[in-house]
């Protein structure tokens, strides 16, 4: 077994003295000789890594190793997200310091790290937390501020009337406190948003020139959400049905269908609610809007929960009929979206039919299909809608189509969804095609001064404070006399003060709120008494520029030097989990854009290539009602069958994500101690392709174990010094060709980070030279370079072993001519009327008559060819030899 307990400790203390993985930004790289590889940096969670965190920073590292075998300067940096909620919940708990339990926690995540080999230069580690990092993002901030793209408004939270605080979306768990388990409402309070609706469309139109998973530019461009529609006024009415001064506006994708609008909905939250409550349906209202106020977007907007509203007493007037709309009220409409109000289409829309079905309100249908204008035409979509548009010019033309056609003009027992097709019962809408409707109503509603064309995102600006303690202050004095004020750059950064209590306010203020001392200053601009800004950054805040601090973590006169950022920028490989593909990449992307805009740095983009390393899942048991049970509630009653050790109740064993309550964790730390690192490196790499999901098996772990001793046994044996490229002894010839093929392979994929074939092709070496009584010392030295990016810590010691004083970081990629991984020979299927039928073994260069000779001696040939006439034998050279037999 090799000495794992003595190498890695070794090496590992060997890399930290020597600096070995440090890099500078060396001018004699040419641009495309230069990689910046980022992993994405973890929270110091009290938890420390479990086996799922590892396989994404071995992949970075393998390939860092990889390109600097190959001559790139690689920038590999690592720190930690470090603000964060569970750290202040814990604070507010115990009284202990929210710095004291992060920098603790930074440090056994940082043992962990190192324990696995990992190539980070730590010189350029950072912590978001410490004053001289968030020093810049209060910076970055104040530039957002400048650019108009930082204001205030009263937006709603989630509030604990137990805890009096505000709670994350996190801690609220099926509507209920986290913390204590009280009901949780809403509380609408002061907040700083973001205006990152300002780049929706540059954040859509940068997202194709990206080399990303196709899947995460989908789920970032359904979260823009950008759609072209109109907003149309419906004035609204008063009790006599008289227009009055007011109007309330919604957007619509389809406003060619105003005529089958039969209601109105308003969100809860809507600022017309009481003026557009009468008195009769007051205490209704009231009642509702108190009720939504404790549901989530998510419960509201539900499309499977029974649809519930109340009637407001008021009506709005239909812009294109002059029709009275009765205005409503429903939680499944967002103020957050459009205008927080809508015209209900409910013929043509699935929501706004099951409401009209509840409520028993009006359905209008106002668009045919295709399909239905076709069977006008006897199956001609062309001449039924001529019909149609003909019958549209002549009212009494068109009521004889109506009662013909009751089931193409009038609506179905089902809600049939507005795709395109052609309007009816639109009055000069109808017989126009969909495209054509819209212009034409969008047209009219400008020339009336009672709509327009606007265009309109699901993206919400964001939400950017929050009512905590532990995150980067927030940089602004609010001044009686001259309003908000920035604090002066050069008295950046604003730092935390350091206190005892952590407690909430009460009043859904952060605890900040309540420390006179800090709150209580001067106004930077006229000198007066003012208050310091009580709100604190998201944890997003850090973790949205964190990949350029690393390029120039330790400069204190900006939050990086230009020349150095255009050196490495952008990143070239990112790699993380698909959990974050929406949030945390497109609020990079927006603050990288904002800081591109004002010429802080050199590239429109952070992010050229991003990969999703698939979850690393363990095994579970669930019981016949699909209820999860932990593994230590199971026993084996025979091979592969499973029973709750308590109940007796048969157990299914399936996969499932790690978890605490399933006791399903697998600890790295104890993986390590038994096996090693570098066999739990290697042993992730080989489960499967890197971004596919894999469940953990120990066993699989204790059989890369083994290869790894096989690799060390290997190392003992007698090291010859036979020329490789000259002639050699049947098994060395042989050796020879299996060695240029693994390092052919493993160099293709290495580079194209398919990790698990590169290992499996090591194996196939390793496998065939154990069995030879020495090795040509050659050879050895290029596979142990391969090896040592996989494995560097038994790498640097079989390089050792080799003689060499310095480590082989930087040694230069083995190579070896192509021409010894040619095949002497192949397998060459023979197709009888396009079926296998048999095979045969002959020279890769064998020429066609020899192929077609060797394909009739098969059996095979003799079999199917017998007493039958053959038509034609077509050989392919190096592939097949196809035979057609009449």
Same mark, same amino acid.
């Given at each position: 077994?090799?000495?794992?307990?003595n190498?890695?400790p070794?090496?590992?203390?060997y890399?930290d003295?020597h600096?070995?993985?440090?890099v500078?930004e060396?001018?004699t790289?040419?641009?495309n000789?230069r990689?910046y590889v980022?992993?994405?940096?973890?929270? %110091?969670?009290g938890?420390g890594?479990h086996?799922?965190?590892?396989?994404?920073y071995t992949? #970075?590292?393998i390939?860092?190793r990889?390109?600097?075998?190959?001559g790139?300067?690689?920038?590999h940096?690592?720190g930690?997200?470090?603000?964060?909620? &569970?750290?202040?919940n814990?604070?507010i708990?115990?009284?202990t310091h929210?710095a004291?339990?992060?920098?603790?926690?930074?440090?056994?995540?940082?043992?962990?790290i190192?324990?696995?080999?990992f190539?980070?230069?730590?010189?350029?580690?950072?912590?978001?937390?410490t004053?001289?990092?968030?020093k810049?993002?209060?910076?970055?901030f104040l530039?957002?501020y400048k650019?108009?793209?930082?204001?205030?408004?009263?937006t709603?939270?989630?509030?604990?009337?137990?805890?009096?605080?505000?709670?994350?979306n996190e801690?609220v768990?099926?509507?209920?406190?986290?913390?204590?388990g009280?009901e949780? !409402?809403?509380?609408?309070i002061?907040?700083w948003? $973001?205006?990152?609706t300002?780049?929706a469309?540059?954040l859509?139109?940068?997202?194709?020139?990206?080399?990303?998973?196709? +899947?995460?530019?989908?789920?970032?461009?359904?979260?823009i959400?950008? +759609?072209?529609?109109?907003?149309?006024d419906?004035?609204i009415?008063?009790k006599?049905?008289? &227009?009055t001064n007011?109007?309330l506006?919604?957007y619509? #994708?389809?406003?060619d269908?105003l005529?089958?609008a039969t209601?109105?909905?308003?969100?809860?939250?809507h600022?017309?609610v009481?003026?557009?409550t009468t008195?009769?349906?007051?205490?209704?209202?009231e009642?509702?809007?108190e009720?939504a106020?404790k549901?989530?977007?998510?419960? =509201?907007?539900?499309l499977a929960?029974?649809?519930?509203?109340v009637f407001t007493?008021?009506?709005?007037?239909d812009?294109v009929n002059?029709a009275l709309?009765?205005?409503w009220i429903?939680?499944?409409?967002l #103020?957050?979206?459009?205008t927080?109000?809508?015209?209900?289409?409910?013929?043509?829309?699935?929501?706004d039919?099951?409401f009209a079905?509840?409520?028993?309100l009006?359905i209008?249908?106002v668009?045919a299909t295709?399909?239905?204008?076709a069977? $006008?035409?006897?199956g001609?979509?062309?001449?039924?809608a001529?019909?149609?548009a003909?019958a549209?010019?002549n009212?009494?033309?068109?009521?004889?189509l109506?009662e013909a *056609? %009751?089931?193409?003009?009038?609506?179905?027992d089902?809600?049939?969804?507005?795709k395109d097709?052609?309007?009816?019962?639109?009055?000069?809408?109808?017989?126009?095609?969909t495209?054509?409707a819209?212009?034409?109503?969008?047209s009219?509603?400008?020339?009336k001064?009672i709509g327009?064309?606007?265009?309109n995102?699901?993206?919400?600006?964001?939400?950017f404070?929050?009512?905590r303690?532990?995150?980067e202050?927030?940089?602004?004095?609010?001044?009686?006399?001259?309003g908000?004020?920035?604090?002066?750059?050069d /008295?950046?950064?604003?730092? $935390?003060p350091?206190?005892?209590?952590?407690?909430?306010?009460?009043?859904?203020?952060?605890?900040?709120?309540?420390?006179?001392?800090w709150?209580?200053? !001067?106004?930077?601009?006229c000198?007066?008494?003012?208050k =310091?800004? #009580?709100?604190?950054m &998201?944890q997003?805040?850090? @973790?949205?520029?964190y990949?350029? =601090?690393?390029?120039?973590? *330790?400069?204190?006169?900006a939050?990086?030097?230009s020349e150095?950022?255009?050196y490495?920028?952008p990143?070239?490989?990112y790699?993380g989990?698909?959990?974050?593909a929406?949030?945390?990449l497109l609020?990079s992307?927006f603050?990288?854009?904002?800081l591109?805009?004002?010429?802080?740095?050199?590239t429109?983009?952070?992010?050229? =290539?991003?990969?999703? /390393?698939g979850?690393?899942t363990?095994?579970?048991?669930?019981?016949k009602a699909?209820?999860?049970?932990?593994v230590?509630?199971a026993?084996e009653t025979?091979?592969?069958?499973?029973?709750?050790?308590?109940?007796h109740?048969?157990l299914e064993?399936i996969?499932?994500k790690?978890s605490?309550?399933l006791?399903?964790?697998?600890?790295?730390?104890?993986?390590?101690?038994q096996?090693?690192a570098?066999s739990?490196r290697?042993?992730?790499?080989f489960m499967?392709?890197?971004?596919?999901?894999?469940?953990?098996?120990?066993?699989?772990?204790?059989?890369?174990?083994r290869? $790894?001793?096989?690799i060390?046994?290997?190392?003992?044996?007698?090291?010859?010094?036979?020329?490789?490229?000259?002639k050699?002894?049947?098994?060395l010839? @042989?050796?020879r060709?299996?060695?240029a093929?693994?390092?052919?392979?493993v160099t293709?994929?290495?580079?194209?980070l398919d990790?698990?074939v590169?290992?499996? /092709?090591?194996?196939i070496?390793v496998?065939?030279a @154990?069995?030879?009584?020495a090795? &040509?010392?050659?050879?050895?030295?290029?596979f142990?370079?391969?090896?040592?990016?996989?494995?560097p810590?038994?790498?640097?010691?079989?390089?050792?072993?080799?003689?060499?004083?310095e480590?082989c970081?930087?040694?230069q990629w %083995?190579?070896?001519?192509? +021409?010894?991984?040619?095949?002497? !020979?192949?397998?060459?299927p023979v197709?009888?009327?396009g079926?296998l039928?048999?095979?045969f073994?002959a020279?890769?260069?064998a020429?066609?008559?020899?192929?077609?000779?060797?394909a009739?001696?098969?059996?095979?040939?003799k079999?199917?060819?017998e007493?039958?006439e053959i038509?034609?034998?077509i050989v392919?050279?190096?592939?097949l030899v196809?035979?057609?037999?009449?």
């Amino acid at each position: 077994m090799y000495p794992f307990q003595n190498i890695e400790p070794k090496w590992q203390k060997y890399w930290d003295e020597h600096k070995t993985f440090k890099v500078t930004e060396d001018s004699t790289y040419p641009k495309n000789k230069r990689a910046y590889v980022l992993d994405m940096f973890p929270y %110091p969670s009290g938890a420390g890594l479990h086996v799922g965190h590892p396989e994404g920073y071995t992949a #970075t590292d393998i390939y860092c190793r990889y390109l600097r075998m190959n001559g790139f300067n690689v920038l590999h940096p690592m720190g930690y997200d470090a603000f964060g909620l &569970p750290a202040e919940n814990y604070a507010i708990k115990t009284g202990t310091h929210p710095a004291e339990t992060t920098f603790k926690n930074i440090e056994h995540f940082t043992q962990q790290i190192k324990a696995l080999g990992f190539s980070y230069d730590w010189d350029r580690e950072v912590r978001t937390c410490t004053p001289d990092y968030y020093k810049w993002t209060q910076w970055i901030f104040l530039q957002l501020y400048k650019k108009g793209l930082a204001y205030e408004a009263e937006t709603p939270i989630n509030w604990c009337p137990s805890c009096l605080t505000g709670l994350a979306n996190e801690e609220v768990k099926e509507g209920h406190c986290d913390r204590c388990g009280a009901e949780v !409402t809403r509380k609408t309070i002061r907040q700083w948003i $973001l205006k990152i609706t300002a780049y929706a469309d540059k954040l859509l139109e940068d997202l194709d020139g990206l080399d990303w998973p196709e +899947s995460v530019k989908l789920m970032q461009k359904n979260w823009i959400g950008r +759609s072209e529609g109109a907003e149309v006024d419906f004035v609204i009415a008063d009790k006599d049905g008289k &227009p009055t001064n007011d109007k309330l506006t919604v957007y619509t #994708t389809r406003a060619d269908t105003l005529y089958g609008a039969t209601y109105m909905v308003v969100a809860p939250e809507h600022k017309l609610v009481p003026r557009l409550t009468t008195p009769e349906q007051k205490a209704a209202v009231e009642a509702y809007v108190e009720a939504a106020a404790k549901k989530s977007d998510l419960e =509201r907007t539900d499309l499977a929960k029974t649809k519930s509203g109340v009637f407001t007493g008021s009506y709005g007037i239909d812009p294109v009929n002059g029709a009275l709309v009765p205005i409503w009220i429903s939680d499944y409409v967002l #103020t957050s979206y459009g205008t927080g109000a809508i015209m209900a289409v409910p013929a043509h829309d699935e929501r706004d039919w099951d409401f009209a079905k509840m409520f028993n309100l009006p359905i209008i249908k106002v668009v045919a299909t295709k399909e239905e204008i076709a069977k $006008l035409g006897d199956g001609d979509e062309k001449k039924g809608a001529e019909i149609l548009a003909a019958a549209a010019k002549n009212p009494a033309e068109y009521k004889k189509l109506v009662e013909a *056609h %009751p089931d193409i003009f009038n609506v179905a027992d089902v809600c049939t969804s507005a795709k395109d097709g052609y309007s009816i019962n639109s009055e000069h809408l109808t017989g126009l095609p969909t495209k054509k409707a819209i212009a034409s109503i969008i047209s009219f509603l400008d020339e009336k001064g009672i709509g327009k064309k606007a265009v309109n995102y699901k993206l919400r600006d964001w939400v950017f404070s929050r009512q905590r303690y532990w995150g980067e202050p927030i940089p602004l004095v609010h001044c009686p006399k001259c309003g908000t004020v920035p604090v002066p750059e050069d /008295q950046l950064p604003l730092e $935390l003060p350091n206190v005892k209590t952590y407690q909430p306010t009460g009043t859904g203020e952060s605890p900040l709120a309540g420390i006179d001392e800090w709150v209580n200053c !001067t106004c930077p601009k006229c000198g007066g008494a003012a208050k =310091r800004e #009580t709100n604190t950054m &998201p944890q997003w805040a850090g @973790s949205c520029w964190y990949y350029l =601090r690393y390029l120039d973590p *330790h400069n204190d006169k900006a939050f990086v030097d230009s020349e150095i950022e255009k050196y490495w920028m952008p990143v070239n490989l990112y790699v993380g989990g698909a959990e974050h593909a929406v949030l945390h990449l497109l609020y990079s992307r927006f603050w990288h854009k904002v800081l591109y805009d004002i010429g802080a740095v050199s590239t429109k983009e952070p992010f050229q =290539r991003l990969i999703n /390393q698939g979850m690393i899942t363990s095994f579970a048991f669930q019981n016949k009602a699909k209820s999860l049970i932990p593994v230590d509630q199971a026993v084996e009653t025979a091979p592969g069958v499973f029973e709750d050790k308590d109940t007796h109740e048969p157990l299914e064993r399936i996969i499932a994500k790690m978890s605490k309550s399933l006791k399903n964790v697998v600890n790295p730390d104890e993986m390590i101690a038994q096996y090693g690192a570098d066999s739990v490196r290697m042993y992730e790499m080989f489960m499967g392709p890197l971004t596919v999901s894999k469940p953990w098996n120990t066993q699989g772990l204790i059989g890369v174990n083994r290869f $790894l001793d096989k690799i060390w046994a290997i190392s003992e044996k007698p090291m010859t010094d036979d020329d490789i490229k000259g002639k050699l002894d049947k098994d060395l010839a @042989s050796l020879r060709k299996t060695y240029a093929k693994t390092v052919k392979k493993v160099t293709e994929d290495t580079g194209n980070l398919d990790f698990n074939v590169a290992i499996s /092709q090591m194996m196939i070496f390793v496998n065939e030279a @154990s069995k030879l009584p020495a090795i &040509p010392k050659e050879m050895w030295k290029g596979f142990v370079l391969m090896l040592a990016v996989y494995a560097p810590h038994l790498g640097e010691e079989l390089w050792e072993k080799l003689g060499n004083k310095e480590s082989c970081a930087y040694e230069q990629w %083995p190579t070896f001519d192509e +021409s010894y991984a040619v095949e002497d !020979t192949k397998e060459y299927p023979v197709m009888i009327n396009g079926k296998l039928r048999a095979k045969f073994e002959a020279a890769a260069n064998a020429d066609n008559a020899t192929l077609e000779s060797l394909a009739k001696a098969t059996d095979g040939f003799k079999k199917f060819t017998e007493g039958k006439e053959i038509a034609k034998i077509i050989v392919v050279p190096g592939k097949l030899v196809n035979v057609v037999v009449k």
